[in-house]
């Protein structure tokens, strides 16, 4: 088990399933956790029960709904402004929404927004404080889910064509090409000391999805039995959040630890870079061009 005394994380959905995991692991590693959740009561009650299992004092909470752009921008200056370094980012905070297309407070699909816009903006504007650590990690949990999906930047808001585990698989796909790309620019401009790697954590005993409604929710409660605990999903987070043998890795796609192949034809060098500038455009900001 690493030392983690010396570092500061930040994880994004840590109130439930692995993202309270994640934070509850580190956080008795002894790292400085900082908590990012939507709910107030929740996290404050999310904090408290870390600290009270752990007996680490240095468990901080942000408040943020990712979705929420301006919130982003919020909870950004926020942590720019109350730490010296982040050490590690773990974007874990994601959703499966019903069958009926919802919106962002900006008006875009609500699953890209939570799933993908979010982080990708998070992590543009925490990306000076990251490049303060002598050794810095992104870890973003994608999912397995890539292969489901139906994926097109002609319809990148699901306006004609909207299905909710279609949208879910292609945001873990915009996941996993964002790491991809992101780990490229990071090289291109020559910053080492930040890597970044994405993850499938198995399909986890969590209410993920029951908001999904119909058919999805159903087959998604007869699974559960069947499924991993959160403390299992938690494993390749921890892993590549921590473990010294993946220090120096980065644009890799992980699961049960391991290394895996992205075996999606979507994923080009050309589309990757189409989807970064398109994602730039909507979140309003410019990330490592």
Known sequence: MADLKDQIILITGA????????????A???AHVILLGRNRLKTERTRQEIIDATGNQRVDMALADLSSLQEVRDVAAEINAQYPRLDVLVNN???MLGAEREVSADGYELTLATNHLGPFLLTSLLLDLLRKSP?????????????????????????RSYSAMWEYGTTKLWNIMFTQELARRLRAHGITNVTT??????????GYGQQSGGWLSAMLALGRPF??????????????????????????????KKP??????FNTLANSQRL???SEDLTKTEFLD
């Open 135 to 159: 050794a810095a990690r992104i870890v973003n949990v994608a999912s397995m889910a890539y292969r489901f999906s139906k994926p097109t930047l002609d319809d990148f808001q699901s306006e």
């Open 197 to 206: 790697n994405s993850l499938h954590p198995g399909a986890v005993a969590t």
């Open 28 to 30: 008795r590693q002894g």
């Open 15 to 26: 109130t439930s399933g692995i993202g309270k995991v994640t934070a509850e692991t580190l």
């Open 276 to 278: 970064w500038k398109m």
């Open 93 to 95: 905070a994601g959703l």
């Open 227 to 256: 499924m991993l605990s959160p403390e299992k999903g938690a494993e390749t987070s921890i892993f590549l959040a921590s473990d010294p043998s993946v220090a120096t890795v980065s644009g890799g796609y992980y699961s049960k």
């Open 260 to 265: 895996e192949p992205v075996k999606s034809s």
